[in-house]
């Protein structure tokens, strides 16, 4: 293969080519502070407030001042969580899952050390919540539930407009992680109870270093930064002018290409699972097939490490990967693979594909022609497997112990 193919989209996306186009002019010409008065600042300033209100548009916000940007998806959701805390201060627990993304899992852990109380949702092998577990550990103790609306790996979707009016009806704050979600999925946050939601430029085709926390008005709100008075005091420090206007342009395009991510890409998802499926034994799709993300496609190959596929793929000019682009380097299988109770044998092997509005269907006929002969390599490797299957009890025989 000459070309490479593309398929790692849930980790980061290709810049849309016309959101480079629309940046390029606020790296040169358009250079002003956009809190300045005068005209250099004006015209920023004026790009920016198009930017706010394309985002608002994709979101379905109500008002665009519940908009601000910040740096990334992992600031957005540690201002959401620290903002709830200090603004209840009397309020000292967290409910949120097991299958989080680490900006979330990470942050709670230290608030833990801190004293605080954070209660794990658990899920299903198909990665589905406890619905009713989760509305009994709803009280007046806890300051903020944080449940994200897509799963990265699995691609599996969480029912955050249900849980979000629970939240509400318990008088207890709720925020979304749908950094996956937003582009992906019809959103319109003014007919929810989501307080908080967080989304990250890169993974709709916009630059790295660009994120938005939506806030809801009338919510109480203390900033994470302090200093200047951008983003009406809420995020101080001069704004990322020429990633917020790629960011919105990308939102704008993303509106657009909605139908396109439900029908085609889902499409092509299908075909790329049915055409390994049926030629791979023991292999199998994880997540929720029914509710998921029309990009994601997360199998689990029995009996081989699935880093061992990604090298080999890799080496063929195809990108995919093996859960979380920000938790790889680990030898343990992923977090969501193990809440899943994936088994051991199959959990090392999970790859994940994800796809975007611009990969074609010629691609991914050539994933499925690449990745059974990669496969049928590695097992013909493993101490687990021989000519025709797995070996006699292959589990006694591959039984480490979570750590």
């Known amino acids: 293969m000459t070309e490479g193919i593309y398929l790692d989209n849930n980790a980061t996306t290709m810049v849309a080519p016309e959101v480079v186009e629309a940046m390029l002019p606020y790296f040169t010409e358009q250079f002003g502070n956009p809190s300045s008065i005068h005209q250099f600042g004006n ?19 109500e008002h665009d001042s519940e908009i601000i940007f910040t740096s990334c998806g992992t600031e957005s959701d540690s201002t959401a969580i620290l903002s709830a805390l ?26 833990e050390k801190e004293g605080y109380t954070v209660h794990y ?25 944080s449940v994200m609306w ?28 749908a950094v996956q979600a937003v582009g992906k999925l019809p959103i319109n946050l003014k007919e929810t109870s989501i307080d908080m939601l967080s989304l990250s430029g890169h993974k709709l085709h916009a630059p790295k270093g660009i994120g938005v926390l939506y806030l809801r008005r009338g919510v109480r709100f203390r900033p994470l930064l302090r200093g200047g008075h951008q983003e009406r005091g809420r995020r101080a420090g001069t704004e990322n002018a020429t990633s917020i206007v790629g960011l919105g ?3 704008e395009m993303a509106m657009q290409s909605m139908e396109y991510e439900k029908s085609f890409v889902r499409k092509m998802r299908d075909r790329l699972e049915q055409g390994i499926l049926e030629q791979v034994s023991h292999c199998f799709v994880t997540g929720d097939p029914n509710n998921r993300l029309s990009n994601t496609c997360n199998i689990a190959f029995e009996y081989i490490e699935g880093e061992a596929i990604l090298l080999l793929l890799n080496k063929l000019g195809i990108a995919a990967s ?12 992923s977090h969501v693979m193990r809440a899943m109770d994936i088994p051991y044998t199959a959990a090392h092997g999970s790859v994940r594909l994800s796809l975007s509005r611009y990969n074609t269907m010629e691609e991914i006929e050539r994933v499925i022609e690449a990745v059974p002969p990669i496969i049928a390599q590695l097992r013909k490797l493993s101490p ?20």
């Open 384 to 403: 687990y497997w021989c000519d025709s299957g797995p070996v006699e009890e292959p589990e006694k025989a591959f039984a480490p112990t979570y750590a």
């Open 121 to 145: 949702l658990m899920v299903d092998s198909k990665g589905r919540l406890d619905m009713q577990k989760y509305y009994s550990l709803l009280s007046d103790n806890v300051a903020i539930v």
């Open 150 to 177: 897509a799963n990265n790996e699995s691609g599996t979707l969480f029912p955050v407009e249900e849980m979000a009016e629970m939240a509400r009806s318990a008088g207890v704050l709720f925020h979304t992680d």
């Open 86 to 111: 200090r603004a209840q201060p009397d309020r000292r627990e967290i409910i949120t899952t097991v299958v989080e993304h680490p900006a979330v899992l990470t942050l709670c852990e230290q608030l």
């Open 43 to 61: 015209k920023v300033g004026r790009a920016m407030k198009t930017a706010r209100r394309q985002v608002q548009a994709l979101l379905g916000a």
């Open 249 to 251: 342009k990308a939102c």
């Open 322 to 333: 093996s859960g979380s682009a920000c938790t790889s380097g680990s030898l343990e299988p």
